[in-house]
Each structure stands twice: as structure tokens, then as C-alpha cells.
């Protein structure tokens, strides 16, 4: 599962973006990435597993419920691939 969101443009400062993944991982786990950053500039990357879906499954949505209250809105993926 994956989502990315994009900040609307304020003046001339730089659009940001986030982006989250939910993915099992090869140890029955789950895996919740979190990329953010300026589009066409420096990203951070965050790894975070659980054991659990529904506990990752929570994370993820806690996760993309916060930056949905900051103002970013969903958009499609750059690139037209949405992801499974």
C-alpha cells in the first residue's frame, strides 16, 4: 500500500512531498517507509517495522492522517505507478 501526498504551493517556496509505504517484509513482519522532502531536492528516509498488520496498518494511517491535517492533499504518485 502506498500513498503520496503533496503540500499545495505557497508563493515561491519549494513544493514538499511525502510518501509512505506499507510493505511486508521477508520476516513475516511489516515495514512502514516514510519519505519526505522538496520535489527535485534533498529527501529523508524512515524505516520503521512492526510484527503486526494491524498494528502497522494503524501507524500508517496515523501517519497520513497527520500530514492530511497539515495541508498536504493525496495526488497521484510521480511517474502514473500508484503502487498495489
Not at 53 to 59: D, F, H, I, T, Y
Amino acid at each position: 500500500m502506498r500513498v503520496y501526498l503533496r503540500q499545495p504551493p505557497i508563493g515561491t517556496a519549494p513544493l514538499r512531498y511525502v510518501q509512505l509505504t506499507l510493505a511486508p517484509d521477508l520476516f513475516g513482519g511489516w515495514e512502514l517507509v516514510r519519505e519526505s522532502g522538496e520535489i527535485g531536492g534533498r529527501i529523508q528516509l524512515r524505516r520503521e517495522q512492526y510484527l503486526l498488520q494491524e498494528e502497522a496498518q494503524r501507524a500508517f494511517d496515523k501517519a497520513r492522517d497527520s500530514q492530511l491535517k497539515r495541508g498536504y492533499e493525496i495526488t497521484p504518485a510521480p511517474g502514473g505507478d500508484d503502487g498495489p
